[in-house]
């Protein structure tokens, strides 16, 4: 099995900043995207920002500027550090992974369990 752990999440003022930080342990093999996406209540899922095993990344427009995704393949790690957060970044951000679980393995997507972001104004 695959377990995605997030921690980061919190209240935090309009125009102030946090930091999430999630973790792949298990059985993951070879990790090929991590990356971050955000539900509302009722609304679908949403790419926030992506980072590829080739060093590219991809993000949101309405995170552009003020989101940074960083990877560190070495611990199997990815982080997203929010700044300047406007009360529509409120959501729950799930960490994702799409990995394999062995050598030539078929790719799976894995989704942390959420941690709530809310920004007051």
């Known amino acids: 099995q695959v377990q995605l752990v997030e921690s980061g999440g919190g209240l935090v003022q309009s125009g102030g900043s946090l930091r999430l930080s999630c973790a792949a342990s298990?059985?993951?093999?070879?990790?090929?995207?991590m990356g971050w996406y955000r539900q509302g209540l009722g609304n679908q899922r949403e790419l926030v920002a992506i980072t590829h095993s080739g060093g590219s990344t991809n993000y949101a427009d309405s995170v552009k500027g003020r989101f940074a995704i960083s990877r560190t393949s070495a611990k199997n790690t990815v982080d997203l550090q929010m700044n300047s957060l406007k009360p529509e970044d409120t959501d729950v951000y799930y960490c994702y992974v799409r990995g394999t679980e062995r050598l030539l393995g078929t790719p799976q997507d894995y989704w942390g369990q959420g941690t709530q972001v809310t920004v007051s104004s």
């Open positions: 298990g059985s993951i093999f070879s990790i090929y995207t």
